[in-house]
T-cell receptor, first 114, second 112 residues
Framework: DSGVTQTPKHLITATGQRVTLRCSPR?????VYWYQQSLDQGLQFLIQYYNGEERAKGNILERFSAQQFPDLHSELNLSSLELGDSALYFCASSVGGGGRTEAFFGQGTRLTVV | GQQVMQIPQYQHVQEGEDFTTYCNSSTTLSNIQWYKQRPGGHPVFLIQLVKSGEVKKQKRLTFQFGEAKKNSSLHITATQTTDVGTYFCAGWVGGSNYKLTFGKGTLLTVNP
């Protein structure tokens, strides 16, 4: 158990809908990262927050947004869902904001858009 | 685009054979990290290399960081079925938009 909690584990929704994925980082970790994993794309970096502030941004679609709350949990919002958004979404956390900090991953949320 | 490249994408070996995966970056890295993801699981941190030319060992696993800090390798000696999974390298890249970027990973399968 990495100490990172993601909910829900599975999500099935229709195209055009909006969903929210939730992540609770390990106790004491200030950074939260979101990654998208598709079969042929590996782990694609979406966004990172550090202590409530956006720290780095990847190729995150405009339909996607995220935030980190004062209690350090994070939510990833995906809207106007398309079939191609079906993927495994991982949250990770770390103590530091970058550089030499290792990331601890949650179990992931498997999103299926039908 | 992807700034951390990894080869091969897939590797199938017989149990007992050795395995190596290679990681290359287009830019100099401050450090390189390696993760393992078992089938159906999540990535788990294995190790971090920081120094130029650094070599670290974990039992049958040997990790190397290149002299120029642009490449790295993971070598597994005498693979076992428990080694099955996808091995990812990851580096912090991006200048002002510094982010932990993963290679696409190498999926290792082992035939018993």
């Amino acid at each position: 158990d990495s100490g990172v909690t993601q909910t829900p584990k599975h999500l099935i929704t229709a195209t055009g809908q909006r969903v929210t994925l939730r992540c609770s980082p390990r106790s004491g970790d200030l950074s939260v990262y979101w990654y998208q994993q598709s079969l042929d794309q590996g782990l694609q970096f979406l966004i990172q927050y550090y202590n409530g502030e956006e720290r780095a941004k990847g190729n995150i679609l405009e339909r996607f947004s995220a935030q980190q709350f004062p209690d350090l949990h994070s939510e990833l919002n995906l809207s106007s869902l398309e079939l191609g958004d079906s993927a495994l979404y991982f949250c990770a956390s770390s103590v530091g904001g970058g550089g030499r900090t290792e990331a601890f991953f949650g179990q992931g949320t498997r999103l299926t858009v039908v | 685009g992807q700034q951390v490249m990894q080869i091969p994408q897939y590797q199938h070996v017989q149990e007992g054979e050795d395995f190596t995966t290679y990681c290359n970056s287009s830019t100099t890295l401050s450090n390189i990290q390696w993760y393992k993801q078992r089938p159906g699981g999540h990535p788990v941190f294995l190790i971090q290399l920081v120094k130029s030319g650094e070599v670290k060992k974990q039992k049958r696993l040997t990790f190397q960081f290149g002299e120029a800090k642009k490449n790295s390798s993971l070598h597994i000696t005498a693979t076992q079925t428990t080694d099955v999974g996808t091995y990812f390298c990851a580096g912090w890249v991006g200048g002002s938009n510094y982010k932990l970027t993963f290679g696409k990973g190498t999926l290792l399968t082992v035939n018993p």
